[in-house]
């Protein structure tokens, strides 16, 4: 088992930054890809960004590529997603997870384990 705590998340208005954490406990999962996903209300829940194990290659959506950067410290079991220039429509919750595979991916299904997400609200 793997347990994720996602921390950092909060209010804060267009054009600022935020940075999430996720750490790990549990089972080490330092050679799996790690990703972000949020879910906005009444959307479904969607891909942000992911990390292979090896820190490359990275994954982004195409809605936050540029702005957001997903890094991990293995030696802290911990991932981060540095967001910058927020927008109104990043407001959302933001969930870390641990995926069955090496290579990042942007599927749902290929991630196993999940934190219990964190509020990110952005105003305008």
């Known amino acids: 088992q793997v347990q994720l705590v996602e921390s950092g998340g909060g209010l804060v208005q267009v054009g600022g930054s935020l940075r999430l954490s996720c750490a790990a406990s549990g089972r080490s999962y330092n050679h799996n890809a790690m990703g972000w996903f949020r879910q906005a209300p009444g959307k479904e829940r969607a891909f942000v960004a992911s990390l292979s194990w090896s820190t490359m290659p990275t994954r982004y959506s195409a809605s936050v590529e540029g702005r957001f950067t997903i890094s991990r410290d293995n030696a802290k079991n911990t991932v981060y997603l540095q967001m910058n220039n927020l927008k109104p429509e990043d407001t959302a919750i933001y969930y870390c997870?641990?995926?069955?595979?090496?290579?990042?991916?942007?599927?749902?299904?290929?991630?196993?384990?999940w934190g219990q997400g964190t509020q990110v609200t952005v105003s305008s």
């Open positions: 997870a641990a995926s069955s595979r090496i290579v990042a991916g942007n599927r749902l299904d290929e991630y196993v384990y």
